[in-house]
């Protein structure tokens, strides 16, 4: 083990997409600190989730096992898998002290706080989003407002007041234009104010230490602040993929979706939006992420005011993607598009990992538990799926290989939406396959002809046989990924 403990900061978004960084290619968003904390680190560009939801795309990075090994397949589980340790329980049994702030989201958190597995936390801010809907103290956020003086009620106007019963019921005095909560009162802030006092505390303790910092943003209904809204233009702002005729070789749940909303009719239909509408959505998601910035920003300030920076692995992702819009949907659902699976990954450690680099290698969220054990300097547990990152982070293996491809997988995700899909993705950097299983129809896409996923190459007979061979190479990918050694097999019979 090293002579001094890593601590660790692992910083996760909720439904931000890969696309949503200045320095890695946009020119409409604004994120100086993410920008110099990929200067600092390392930024893996082709990075992807194991599932386009939740709680099982946050099961599989905590666990380091996959989904569907870990049972969690979709939102709203009664209990989580007994059999399955999380990272943050490892590391609280080696001797850290692990924190909290903001979502965890294994289970259903429906009126009330989600049912906690053994997850290794002792420091426990519990907030699964920011709306009034539990009983009064189960919100920690809401009891910050409150110690405030501040009631949500008074300083956020939008669609949707209450998430409590899905899908949200609006609001019938909404004048259509959200009004945002300020900066100083959002969520994001009060998980970053939260983490700085857990490590404040963790530090006296004199032990190493771990804080989780789940904020909701920029997790819809999107309610960034005015001054931040204000800070671009809605006429700048790109519109979403599309190209006219794309629709006609979608799967079916995809062109309901186009007519009658995202997520099986839960978002506004895309064909009732104007350019204009479907700009300022774009504007009010990229203000959002550039709270997130600020505020991610703030936490890196306050690392290197203390000391903590040089020996603090950072990690900043998010648990999926948002379509925004792309191929005329909204939210997420059953849709494997690069909007909603592609994702945000970086890293830094000053003093153990490389700086100022930018990975192409395709990787998996389920490698990130298994990369944390190995920076921390603990054997990686036989039962973890994931490949560790540490051989690409530390400049030991070559920059631009790390797996021959990824996988993600949905199985009736989300109750009252796309529940007769059950899907598996498969993509290579080139290819990208998926396979609805019990359903004749499917999705084939060439990224080197077609990196917008605008046609769907399924039913092309010159593209008979490639669809074979990725058909087979889906089906071993999902079986060869989801072999669970938790049973540990060390003797002959």
């Known amino acids: 083990m090293a002579d001094k403990p890593m601590n660790i900061v692992w910083f996760c978004t909720?439904?931000?997409?890969?696309?949503?960084?200045?320095?890695?290619?946009?020119?409409?968003?604004?994120t100086p600190n993410i920008d110099k904390f990929i200067e600092e680190g390392v930024a893996f560009t082709r990075a992807y989730t194991q599932a386009p939801i939740c709680s099982p795309s946050r099961s599989c990075f905590l666990t380091g096992r996959y989904p569907r090994t870990t049972k969690t397949m979709a939102n709203g589980n009664e209990f989580y898998s007994k059999d399955e340790k999380l990272v943050t329980r490892l590391l609280a049994d080696a001797g850290y002290t692990c924190g909290l702030a903001g979502k965890l989201h294994l289970t259903s958190a429906q009126?009330?706080?989600?049912?906690?597995?053994?997850?290794?936390?002792?420091?426990?801010?519990?907030?699964?989003?920011?709306?009034?809907?539990?009983?009064?103290?189960?919100?920690a956020y809401q009891n910050w407002l409150e110690e405030k003086g501040v009631k949500w009620e008074d300083i956020y106007g939008g669609e949707y007041p209450s998430m409590s019963q899905w899908p949200?019921?609006?609001?019938?005095?909404?004048?259509?234009?959200?009004?945002?909560?300020?900066?100083?009162?959002?969520?994001?802030?009060?998980?970053?104010?939260?983490?700085?006092?857990?490590?404040?505390?963790?530090?006296?303790?004199?032990?190493?230490?771990?804080?989780?910092?789940n904020p909701y943003d920029p997790h819809p209904p999107l309610d960034p602040p005015q001054a931040y809204k204000d800070?671009?233009?809605?006429?700048?702002?790109?519109?979403?993929?599309?190209?006219?005729?794309?629709?006609?070789?979608?799967?079916?749940?995809?062109?309901?979706?186009?007519?009658?909303?995202?997520?099986?009719?839960q978002a506004e239909p895309f064909p009732s939006l104007t350019d204009m509408d479907k700009r300022e959505r774009f504007r009010d998601y990229y203000a959002e992420i550039e709270l997130v910035d600020d505020q991610f920003g703030r936490l890196i300030k306050y690392l290197d005011?203390?000391?903590?920076?040089?020996?603090?692995?950072?990690?900043?992702?998010?648990?999926?993607?948002?379509?925004?819009?792309?191929?005329?949907?909204?939210?997420?659902?059953?849709?494997?598009?690069?909007?909603?699976?592609?994702?945000?990954?970086i890293m830094s450690c000053p003093s153990k990992i490389l700086k100022g680099v930018k990975s192409d290698a395709l990787v998996e969220l389920v490698d990130i538990a298994p990369t944390i054990m190995e920076?921390?300097?603990?054997?990686?547990?036989?039962?973890?799926?994931?490949?560790?990152?540490?051989?690409?982070?530390?400049?030991?293996?070559?920059?631009?290989?790390?797996?021959?491809?990824?996988?993600?997988?949905?199985?009736?995700?989300?109750?009252g939406t796309h529940e007769e899909i059950f899907a598996t993705m498969y993509f290579d950097g080139r290819y990208k396959i998926v396979n609805y299983h019990g359903k004749d129809y499917g999705e084939l896409y060439d990224h080197e002809t077609d990196p917008q996923e605008f046609h769907n190459l399924w039913d092309k007979p010159e593209c008979a046989v490639l669809k074979v061979d990725l058909i087979k190479k889906n089906f071993d990918s999902a079986i060869l990924k989801n072999m669970d050694y938790s049973m540990h097999r060390i003797y002959e019979y």
Not at 14 to 30: M, S, V
Not at 242 to 249: A, F, H, K, S
Not at 308 to 315: A, F, M, W, Y
Not at 317 to 343: Q, R, T
């Open 14 to 30: 909720d439904q931000q997409r890969w696309d949503t960084i200045h320095a890695l290619g946009n020119p409409y968003i604004k």
């Open 111 to 139: 009126g009330k706080m989600e049912t906690r597995t053994d997850d290794g936390y002792t420091y426990m801010q519990w907030s699964e989003h920011p709306n009034n809907d539990w009983p009064k103290g189960v919100n």
């Open 168 to 213: 949200p019921v609006r609001n019938p005095n909404f004048t259509g234009k959200t009004v945002g909560v300020p900066a100083e009162y959002h969520q994001t802030t009060w998980c970053v104010e939260k983490a700085i006092e857990f490590i404040e505390e963790a530090r006296k303790e004199g032990c190493p230490w771990l804080i989780s910092l």
């Open 231 to 265: 800070r671009l233009k809605i006429e700048d702002m790109p519109l979403p993929l599309w190209e006219d005729g794309e629709l006609d070789n979608k799967p079916p749940h995809q062109q309901k979706d186009y007519y009658q909303g995202g997520q099986d009719g």
């Open 305 to 345: 005011d203390i000391g903590e920076r040089e020996n603090t692995l950072v990690i900043f992702m998010s648990d999926h993607g948002e379509m925004n819009g792309d191929h005329g949907l909204y939210w997420k659902g059953a849709y494997f598009y690069e909007a909603l699976v592609h994702v945000p990954l």
């Open 375 to 415: 920076l921390a300097g603990y054997e990686i547990p036989y039962y973890m799926q994931g490949k560790s990152l540490v051989p690409i982070l530390t400049g030991k293996q070559e920059l631009h290989y790390h797996k021959d491809a990824v996988y993600c997988e949905y199985y009736r995700g989300l109750k």
